[in-house]
């Protein structure tokens, strides 16, 4: 290479002076015309321009092809080493949210319009309230007859048992016969079962009339409505109209595997993570209270029920995910900005000696606040870049700062 730019500038020197005369109108004037024909000339002239322009651009691009040799650095970065961190222990689940017990209220009359309901979806009712109301007139009516059959009944026994009693105090006289007197008290006592009778068909027709009003069984949440407003019901009973949720009390159905249930106990807490936005999703604490005692022999789960507290805002219906504390243990964390998703499989860019940077594929575990557990692929004393680790290729030149730069 040296030869070729020393030949390049021989060259220049000699043959300056003659080609320096090569105009468009000179050529017949130039030192290389002497001994030559025209095309010649031409031919040794355009030749020696050529060469001129080769050397001239060799020698400019040295500088640049060592200037691109060069090592450049690609993105400035922070680095950080791996920490020893305390971790809990868990146990993941998913599982439905359902009443703890729910209650069926239904009504107890048949042939009536519904006049009035009172509750709707999501109202807290204690127990005895009323839920509605059926219209209550005709059974009203029913009423006030069972109310006059029965004075009805008791002016007769009244006058029966007067009867009875004079027919009594002359028995021995022989004014009355034996069998008059016998008739006199069984009149008497066909008087007071009619009133017994009376009573019982008012207590009936009163308790019709509560059956119009349909109340709460226990304190809860309504959870289903299905009565409106003039629905008649029907011949047969137990038509329901509203589902309560005893106490408004609500608890998680997890569904764990058989080999995690001897981790389990009653009482330990759960952390639950409802439905809600990314990153906004409403957590809450429960408490296991019992363990299934069965296994689904074809999905080979087992039920956890979980308690949850009253006021929280899970509702019955909602899928959620959660997690059982089990305990801690020590492991090796970095910051969740160094893991880099290539693939589909997590890795971190490790600093090597000469600020460059290496690919290496981890597998990673828990979360800890802002930082995440690596279980494999992280070396001993390992540097792994943080800000700016989601711009690197592996081989990447780069400048190390500190975080407050």
């Known amino acids: 290479m040296k030869q070729d730019f020393s030949l390049c500038t021989d060259w220049q020197k000699h043959s300056h002076g003659e080609i320096s005369g090569l105009g468009v109108g000179a050529i017949g004037r130039s030192p290389l015309r002497r001994g030559a024909s025209g095309p010649a000339s ?61 209650a069926s ?69 022989g004014a009355l016969s034996e069998q008059q007197i016998a008739q006199y008290q069984t009149a008497e006592q066909a008087a007071r079962a009619r009133v017994q009778a009376a009573h019982a068909q ?36 137990g038509m329901e109209l509203f589902r309560l949720v005893l106490h408004g009390r609500l608890e998680w159905r997890a569904e764990l595997m058989a080999e995690d249930l001897p981790r389990i106990r009653p009482g330990q807490s759960v952390r639950i993570e409802l439905p809600g936005p990314p990153g906004a999703a409403p957590v809450v604490q429960g408490k296991v209270r019992q363990i299934a005692s069965t296994v689904d022999p074809r999905t080979r789960y087992a039920i956890v029920y979980v308690d949850l507290p009253s006021n929280s805002p899970a509702r019955a219906g909602m899928f959620a995910s959660g997690r059982f504390a089990t305990g801690q243990s020590q492991a090796w964390t970095v ?43 992280l070396p001993e004393n390992a540097q792994v870049a943080v800000r700016g680790a989601a711009f690197l290729s592996d081989g990447d030149h780069v400048r190390v700062v500190k975080d407050s730069e």
């Open 42 to 102: 031409l031919a040794l002239a355009v030749l020696a321009l050529l060469t001129l322009a080769a050397c001239s651009g060799g020698q400019s691009d040295a500088p640049k092809n060592a200037a691109s040799a060069a090592p450049r650095a690609a993105l400035t970065i922070t680095v950080a080493k791996p920490e020893r961190r305390t971790l809990a222990q868990e146990i993941a689940a998913n599982g439905n949210i359902a009443a703890w017990q729910e």
């Open 105 to 173: 209220v239904g009504a107890d009359v048949q042939g009536l319009r519904i006049a009035q309901i009172n509750v709707n979806v999501g109202d807290a009712v204690r127990q005895g309230q009323v839920l509605a109301t059926f219209d209550a007139a005709s059974v009203r009516q029913d009423q006030a007859q069972a109310e006059a059959a029965l004075a009805e009944a008791e002016a007769a026994l009244v006058d029966a048992a007067g009867n009875a009693a004079r027919a009594r105090s002359v028995a021995g006289s």
């Open 202 to 237: 008012l207590a009936a027709q009163r308790l019709r009339v509560s059956h119009t009003e349909v109340r709460a069984p226990q304190a809860g949440i309504i959870s289903a409505r299905s009565a409106t407003v003039g629905q008649v019901a029907g011949p047969g009973p």
């Open 335 to 377: 910051p969740q900005q160094a893991i880099v998703m290539r693939d589909g499989y997590p890795h971190v860019m490790l600093l090597e000696p000469g600020d460059a940077v290496r690919t290496a594929r981890v597998r990673t575990g828990r979360l800890a606040g802002e930082r995440i557990e690596v279980l494999e692929g």
